[in-house]
Nanobody, 121 residues
Framework: QVQLVESGGGLVQVGGSLRLSCAAS????????MGWYRQAPGKQRELVAA???????NYADSVKGRFTISRDNARDTVYLQMNSLKPEDTAVYYC???????????????WGQGTQVTVSS
């Protein structure tokens, strides 16, 4: 199983910046896709930014131009740089990984515990 540990959330004022980190402990599993989702109170969890299986990057329209996802493959870590934060960015941010067992090719999904991001106006 792949375990994900997030860090970097917190309280920030409108227009401020935060950087989230997600480190994966994957052992022999292969990570096929990895990214960030968020869930605001009373709303469904939604994609924020993610690397796809093919290595492309998807961003939610609401964060394009403000958020940047990046990764360090040597550390099995993805980052989310969030700039020009708005109150509507307030949510719990979750790291997600889709991974497979190279022995069986079975694919599974793992979620981090979530980190709170609060943007105050």
């Amino acid at each position: 199983q792949v375990q994900l540990v997030e860090s970097g959330g917190g309280l920030v004022q409108v227009g401020g910046s935060l950087r989230l980190s997600c480190a994966a402990s994957r052992r022999f599993f292969r990570i096929d896709a990895m990214g960030w989702y968020r869930q605001a109170p009373g709303k469904q969890r939604e994609l924020v930014a993610a690397y796809t299986r093919g290595g492309a990057i998807n961003y939610a329209d609401s964060v394009k131009g403000r958020f940047t996802i990046s990764r360090d493959n040597a550390r099995d870590t993805v980052y989310l740089q969030m700039n020009s934060l708005k109150p509507e960015d307030t949510a719990v941010y979750y790291c997600n990984a889709i991974y497979s067992d190279p022995r069986t090719l079975r694919e599974s999904t793992s979620w981090g515990q979530g980190t709170q991001v609060t943007v105050s106006s």
